[in-house]
């Protein structure tokens, strides 16, 4: 398995502001992926990042609100952008394509509070 | 439009005693069926997956799961949980082929006293 590293693995931030999360993977992977987790919720999946195009958004996600970068195969960002209290959360990156293609492995998570 | 229901959210358990989390999906063609765990203060993990073949898989730790497709269904069990397997417990879905999108449950957190 894959050793994925997400920075910051926590924040607090003021209403308004943006927040940039980077996620590290230890080698070269095809699927990316960002996923929210709000408390007693289930996983929502926000957007599949890909290396050199435009990320795949899910509905009700937009990119002015949550852009992702994918500039190689083994990182990406997502920012939270202009945040209000509704977008504390957890913030989790995944990847595929690792061993057997169609597992998902998880990073630490960021978790954001939004005041 | 697909989903994934696990009907226990919350189940409290002693330490020994066998355990059976419910997971049942809605979507019309061959899946691939996923449980994963997520330990306190710990990232998900997988804990067993099915894509085709036996319906019975094994997973890390004891546990398996039973994929019945005239059910819709892929129950978690282990016989003797034990303190250690106090986690959140969430089921995946994905349609088998191209689309890489999980489907989650919403989870089941397990708490087992010792």
């Known amino acids: 398995s894959a050793v994925i590293s997400q920075k910051p693995s926590r924040d607090i931030c003021q209403r308004g502001t943006s927040l940039t999360i980077q996620c590290q993977v230890d080698?070269?992977?095809?699927?990316m992926f960002w996923y929210r987790q709000q408390p007693g919720q289930s996983l929502t999946l926000i957007a599949t990042?890909?290396?050199?195009?435009?990320?795949?958004?899910e509905s009700g996600f937009v990119i002015d609100k949550f852009p992702i970068s994918r500039p190689n195969l083994t990182f990406s960002t997502l920012t939270v952008s202009n945040m209000s209290p509704e977008d504390s959360s957890i913030y989790l990156c995944?990847?595929?394509?690792?061993?057997?293609?169609?597992?998902?492995?998880f990073g630490p998570g960021t978790r954001l509070t939004v005041t | 439009a697909q989903s994934v229901s696990q009907h226990n959210h919350h189940v409290i358990l002693s330490e020994a005693a066998s355990l059976e989390l419910g997971c049942n999906y809605s979507?019309?063609?061959?899946?691939?069926l996923f449980w994963y765990v997520q330990y306190p203060g710990q990232h998900l993990q997988l804990l067993l997956k099915?894509?085709?073949?036996d319906p019975l898989v094994k997973g890390i730790k004891g546990f398996e799961a039973e994929f019945i497709k005239s059910k819709f269904s892929f129950n978690l069990r282990k016989p003797s949980v034990q303190w250690s397997d106090t986690a959140e417990y969430f089921c995946?879905?994905?349609?088998?082929?191209?689309?890489?999108?999980?489907?989650w449950g919403l989870g089941t957190s397990l708490a087992v006293n010792p």
């Open positions: 995946a879905v994905r349609g088998a082929g191209n689309n890489r999108k999980l489907i």
């Open positions: 979507y019309g063609g061959t899946v691939n």
């Open positions: 099915y894509f085709s073949g």
């Open positions: 080698s070269q992977v095809t699927m």
């Open positions: 990042a890909n290396q050199g195009s435009e990320a795949t958004y």
């Open positions: 995944s990847v595929e394509g690792l061993g057997d293609r169609y597992e998902q492995y």
